[in-house]
């Protein structure tokens, strides 16, 4: 990341961060910027800037780029611009994020999150990598540990088969009580920044548990593909 500041400042190209969903802690810092302490010119806002109790966006500038608008006129906005009420919950979602410790929670929670994935990805074949910052991560199902090769196809037809390995994951996640996202072969951990170590843990035992039934896809699979 700071190569690429580096890059945009000997070339004058703006550097532009999307932290709409990495913003207001999710990655155990303020901003994920701040992880490599770089200041990006231009920074998108929005979901957790007010809990998501209300739509609302925002984009922040450097001040190199805001003095550029001090005499020259720039034409932006939406029907609903500043609303005032979504932006009083955003005022009083930051304050909490403060008050109550959140930041530091995600940050501190993010290691133990990451060490016990990384139990998770020794122990299910069907794991090919974690990764992840603060409480933010996410688990890569794979036909094979070797090749990375994704248990679901990155296509629009993966959404049409209502017998995917994926969909039938979080169907078994959802009976143990364990809402989660998936994106193709990819199952996303994002839980909300006040959540508790056991209440950490009890979730990953759930995808533990679960991530039984991607193994035995995996291995029946190969068990057919040899047979055949």
């Not at 703006?14 to 207001?24: A, N, P, R, S």
């Not at 991607?214 to 029946?220: F, K, L, Q, S, W």
């Amino acid at each position: 990341m700071r190569r690429l500041r580096a890059i945009c400042d000997d070339y004058d190209m703006l550097l532009i961060y999307d932290e709409v969903m990495t913003g207001f802690g999710r990655t155990g810092e303020w901003f994920a910027a701040y992880h490599w302490d770089v200041e990006p010119d231009i920074m998108t806002l929005s979901k957790a800037i007010n809990n998501g109790a209300l739509p609302l966006g925002a984009v922040m500038i450097s001040e190199k780029l805001a003095s550029f608008f001090e005499d020259k006129f720039l034409y932006a906005g939406l029907t609903q611009f500043g609303n005032p009420v979504a932006c009083a919950a955003a005022v009083a979602a930051i304050k909490i994020y403060d008050q109550e410790g959140l930041i530091e929670n995600s940050k501190k929670l993010g290691v133990h999150l990451l060490e016990q994935l990384d139990i998770i990805k020794q122990k299910h074949p069907s794991v090919g990598d974690v990764r992840g910052l603060g409480l933010f991560a996410a688990i890569e199902l794979v036909k094979d540990k070797q090749t990375k090769e994704p248990i679901a196809p990155w296509t629009v037809e993966f959404y049409e088969n209502k017998h995917s390995v994926m969909k039938k994951l979080v169907a078994t996640l959802k009976e143990s009580g364990l809402y989660t996202y998936t994106r193709w072969n990819i199952l996303f951990i994002c839980p909300p920044l006040c959540i508790t170590q056991d209440e950490l843990t009890w979730g990953l035992a759930r995808i533990d548990e679960a991530l039984t039934l991607v193994d035995n896809a995996i291995g029946n699979a190969k068990g057919s593909l040899s047979h055949n």
